[in-house]
C-alpha cells in the first residue's frame, strides 16, 4: 500500500523560498501521477500542481509563476518549491497521489506539514 | 473563491440524514465526475465517494453521492458523532485546466 511523506522546514522566511519533499513508499512512482495541495490556517483546500513521473507538469495558474514541482522516481521522491513567499502561504502542505491526468481523485494523501511564513 | 459553491456548516442529531451540496458550473461539474473529500481534525483528507457515487473500498454506504447537472450533493444517513469535520468536494475545471476544490462544508453533530 502506497504511503507519503512530507518533509522541510516549518519555517520559511518571507521573500524566500519554500522547499519541500514527499517521499513514496510501498510502491513505485512510475506511471502514476503526484501532486501538492494546500490549506492555509482556518480555508479551504487548494491544489497546487501535480506531476507525471515522466516530467510532465500541470500547475494551479495562480500560483504558476512561483511554483516548480519535479520529480526523482530513483529516490521514489517529489519536490514541491515556491518563490517569493509571504505570509499568505502559510499552510498545512500534503502531498498526494492523483489517480490520473485531468482527473480530481487524490488518494492517498500525506499527513501533511504544517509551514509558517515569518519572519 | 472557488468555482465549486458548499454550503459553509451543516449540522445534525445523531441518527439523522444530512445533506452538503455542492454547486459548480458546465466547465467543471457539468463535465467531469465529482469526488468527495473527508478530513477529519488531525488527519490526512480521505475519498469518501469518487466518480460522482461510487465507494472506495472500506467506507461505509452511509455515505452516498449524487450528481445532477451542474450540482452535486453528499448524504450522510445514521449520523454519527465521529462524522464530524469538515467535507469537500473537487472535480476537475476544463476552463481552469485543473482540479478544483469546494470551499469545505463543516459538519457538527449535535
Known amino acids: 500500500q502506497v504511503q507519503l511523506q512530507e518533509s522541510g522546514p516549518g519555517l520559511v522566511k518571507p521573500s524566500e523560498t519554500l522547499s519541500l519533499t514527499c517521499t513514496v513508499s510501498?510502491?513505485?512512482?512510475?506511471?502514476?501521477?503526484w501532486s501538492w495541495i494546500r490549506q492555509p490556517p482556518g480555508k479551504g483546500l487548494e491544489w497546487i500542481a501535480y506531476?507525471?513521473?515522466?516530467?510532465?507538469?500541470n500547475y494551479n495558474a495562480s500560483l504558476k509563476s512561483r511554483v516548480t514541482i519535479s520529480v526523482d522516481t530513483s529516490k521514489n521522491q517529489f519536490s514541491l518549491k515556491l518563490t517569493s513567499v509571504t505570509a499568505a502561504d502559510t499552510a498545512v502542505y500534503y502531498c498526494a497521489k492523483l489517480e490520473g491526468g485531468r482527473t480530481s481523485r487524490f488518494d492517498p494523501w500525506g499527513q501533511g506539514t504544517l509551514v509558517t511564513v515569518s519572519s | 473563491q472557488s468555482a465549486l459553491t458548499q454550503p459553509p456548516s451543516v449540522s445534525g442529531t445523531p441518527g439523522q440524514r444530512v445533506t452538503i451540496s455542492c454547486s459548480g458550473s458546465t466547465s467543471n461539474i457539468g463535465s467531469n465526475t465529482v469526488n468527495w473529500y473527508q478530513h477529519l481534525p488531525g488527519t490526512a483528507p480521505k475519498v469518501l465517494i469518487y466518480s460522482n457515487n461510487q465507494w472506495p473500498s472500506g467506507v461505509p454506504d452511509r455515505f452516498s453521492g449524487s450528481k445532477s447537472g451542474t450540482s452535486a450533493s453528499l448524504a450522510i444517513s445514521g449520523l454519527q458523532s465521529e462524522d464530524e469535520g469538515d467535507y469537500y468536494c473537487v472535480t476537475w475545471d476544463d476552463s481552469l485546466d485543473g482540479p478544483v476544490f469546494g470551499g469545505g462544508t463543516k459538519l457538527t453533530v449535535l
Open positions: 506531476i507525471y513521473s515522466s516530467g510532465k507538469t
Open positions: 510501498g510502491g513505485s512512482m512510475t506511471g502514476y501521477y
